[in-house]
């Protein structure tokens, strides 16, 4: 996405595309890279060693008050639940059969996704739903969101956090039109006195169930 009048108000002094750019060649997207290694026996003993329950349980409400936020229309409320150097991509994972699978069939960043944002870009897709033109979600779908299997453990680095969750999202447009969708989230989530809940999400990676997703569009927020 292009931007001929760059602000550089932007996080970081770039404008929207220099900031992909860097946070693609900084930030490490490998979610499963960042979860730690555990003994071979007594594993959750181990999980439950590695993460304070106060915290699991602040991070746990942190999400529920997200999708809330969501089910409630406020978009302008719930784009502060992400971090400044934001990553939101849903990448594509490959459909073969066994002999021709490779090893990870979840496409890496970079490569095909359905959508690929930072913060700047995000935001001017929730600004357009502000406006109450966009056409596609007026009048807005009514929509809920709902997590569950919610794992917490540590990550890479000091106050911050490898978040998976599955989710169930359902959306209902008019007076005859409906879908749903279900997939898992993988967040990475920092703490962050300064933010309203006390957490930010740092990068949100999204793999859709669906080998080939039929709704009409994707213009839900995961």
């Known amino acids: 996405m292009s931007n001929n009048n760059p602000d550089k108000s932007q996080p970081n002094g770039m404008d929207a595309e220099e900031l992909k750019v860097h946070m693609t060649t900084v930030r490490h997207t490998e979610l499963?890279?960042?979860?730690?290694?555990?003994?071979?026996t007594?594993?959750?003993?181990?999980?439950l060693d590695a993460v304070d329950?106060?915290?699991?349980?602040?991070?746990?409400?942190f999400l529920y008050e997200e999708v809330q936020v969501l089910d409630d229309l406020e978009w302008g409320d719930w784009i502060d639940f992400f971090a400044d150097d934001l990553i939101y991509w849903a990448p594509?994972?490959?459909?073969?059969?066994?002999?021709?699978?490779?090893?990870?069939?979840?496409?890496?960043?970079?490569t095909s996704v359905y959508f690929e944002e930072n913060k700047v870009q995000l935001k001017q897709r929730v600004d357009r739903l502000l406006t109450?033109?966009?056409?596609?979600?007026?009048?807005?779908?009514r929509a809920r969101h709902v997590i569950s299997n919610i794992r917490v453990?540590?990550?890479?680095?000091?106050?911050?956090?490898?978040?998976?969750?599955?989710?169930?999202?359902?959306r209902s447009n008019g007076q005859?039109?409906?879908?749903?969708?279900?997939?898992?989230?993988?967040?990475?989530?920092?703490?962050?006195?300064?933010?309203t809940w006390g957490f930010l999400i740092r990068e949100r990676r999204i793999l859709f169930d669906m080998a080939m997703i039929l709704n009409k569009n994707l213009s839900l927020f995961y």
């Open 92 to 110: 594509v994972q490959e459909e073969r059969y066994a002999r021709e699978r490779r090893e990870n069939r979840i496409k890496k960043f970079g």
């Open 176 to 195: 005859r039109y409906h879908d749903s969708i279900t997939g898992e989230r993988t967040d990475i989530i920092v703490k962050d006195e300064n933010s």
């Open 42 to 47: 007594n594993r959750v003993q181990a999980l």
């Open 53 to 61: 329950p106060e915290l699991q349980r602040g991070i746990e409400r």
């Open 32 to 40: 499963d890279d960042a979860l730690p290694e555990l003994p071979a």
């Open 132 to 141: 109450n033109m966009a056409w596609g979600e007026e009048p807005p779908s």
């Open 153 to 170: 453990t540590k990550g890479t680095r000091d106050g911050e956090y490898v978040v998976k969750s599955n989710f169930y999202d359902y």
